[in-house]
């Protein structure tokens, strides 16, 4: 067994090897329902069994619905207002069969959702098992945050919340504790022309060279970024449609940009610059809101000491450009931690989890929230 840590008791101690074992199995019966976000039943399915594992071994348990999508709480006491309150997804993107076929090889679980997130699902289940009673903790297991995150924000509006959330649901290596996420401003550029036919382009207006010459002035807004400066603006031209046949030019052509801002710019702002320097329409399609936590605050600065001293290492204060359900904890207006286990090829043919990275994550996260974090008392729930 693993040494105590500093205000372990050792009868949580004793709890955690066990768990830790039992982590790896639920994965892989968790894997097997094929939770991909649009397959309903699979999700359901899969709550319902998680509901079920965590119910017989005495942890508190509420499973509530948005349209007919099942989302799961659970919790080492019968509140929905613990003191931290964690939060992860089941559902995952889509794979081959093959790739939900879990598989072990060389320190690595390889498969759909071993990293992004039922990993850190199987780890969440298992902290609950191993601190009923002892600690106050919840968990929202979310279903549809790979397409939205919108069970998650019925959660928060149901009153589901904590002094602190933790969202299990980033892969880096080093153990980084992350304080902040971009914001996400999806925006479509429409170019209007007049259409002709291809041989005799001089009689028309091509949409497609009025969207292209407005994207490329578009550009000039968000100048490269260089790794290890990555906490700026960023745009991509990720679809484009135009023309129906190869030799009519094209009165109209629009595109879909993917814009991640920080917290200095606001989706409004994003919209009128694009219009006025693209000369194209610009409408905003969807948004998602800045996280953006202070670093210095007690509760994430104690946060960072716990981790740091647990691993071995001074633990980075990072800032991500992806997106996780952390953004529907920002109007709570409580300090927000975002971790996760190693983890590699999200969404690919070889997505997988560091075995000690995860166990490890857990050992870390049952220590937390059983010795506490003393500036957690003076935060307002």
Not at 36 to 45: E, I, K, P, Q, Y
Not at 188 to 204: D, E, I, Q, V, Y
Not at 282 to 296: G, L
Request: charged fraction near 20%; aromatic fraction near 6%; proline fraction near 5%.
């Amino acid at each position: 067994m693993p040494a105590l840590w500093p205000g372990l008791t050792s009868a949580a101690a004793s709890a955690i090897v066990p768990r830790m074992n039992s982590t790896i199995a639920l994965l892989k019966q968790c894997m097997a329902f094929q939770p991909v976000s649009d397959r309903l039943d699979n999700v359901n399915r899969l709550v319902a069994f998680l509901n079920s594992y965590l119910k017989k071994a005495g942890v508190y348990t509420r499973v509530e619905t948005l349209q007919g999508r099942k989302i799961l709480y659970a919790a080492t006491r019968a509140t929905q207002l613990p003191a931290i309150l964690f939060s992860a997804h089941l559902d995952v993107v889509p794979a081959t069969d093959a790739e939900f076929k879990i598989r072990e090889k060389s320190g690595w679980l390889w498969g759909r959702g071993s990293a992004d997130c039922l990993g850190h699902c199987a780890l969440l289940a298992e902290l609950l098992i191993a601190l009923k009673g002892q600690a106050d903790v919840g968990v929202i297991f979310a279903t549809d945050e790979e397409i939205g995150g919108l069970t998650t924000r019925a959660m928060v509006e149901k009153g589901y919340r904590g002094k602190l959330a933790v969202i299990v649901d980033t892969n880096q290596p080093n153990g980084e504790l992350c304080v902040a996420q971009k914001g996400i401003c999806t925006i479509k550029l429409t170019a209007a022309g007049k259409a002709c036919h291809g041989s005799t382009p001089w009689l028309g207006d091509n949409a497609i060279d009025r969207l292209i010459e407005g994207y490329v002035k578009v550009k000039s807004l968000f100048p490269a970024v260089k790794p290890g400066r990555e906490w700026k603006n960023t745009c991509s031209a990720n679809i484009i449609n135009a023309g129906t046949v190869f030799n009519r030019i094209p009165d109209h052509a629009e595109m879909v940009l993917d814009i991640r801002h920080t917290e200095i710019t606001t989706p409004v702002r994003l919209l009128r610059d694009l219009r006025k320097i693209s000369g194209l329409k610009a409408e905003c399609i969807q948004t998602s809101p800045v996280v953006f936590c202070d670093a210095q605050h007690p509760v994430l600065k104690q946060f960072a000491q716990f981790m740091s001293r647990h691993l071995g290492h001074p633990v980075p204060i990072s800032r991500m450009n992806g997106a996780t359900d952390a953004r529907h904890f920002s109007a709570l207006k409580v300090p927000i931690a975002i971790l996760g286990a190693w983890g590699e090829n999200i969404h690919g043919a070889g997505e997988r989890v560091n075995i000690n990275s995860l166990l490890e994550h857990q050992r870390m996260l049952v220590a937390l929230c059983q010795t506490g974090l003393p500036a957690l008392d003076a935060c307002r729930s």
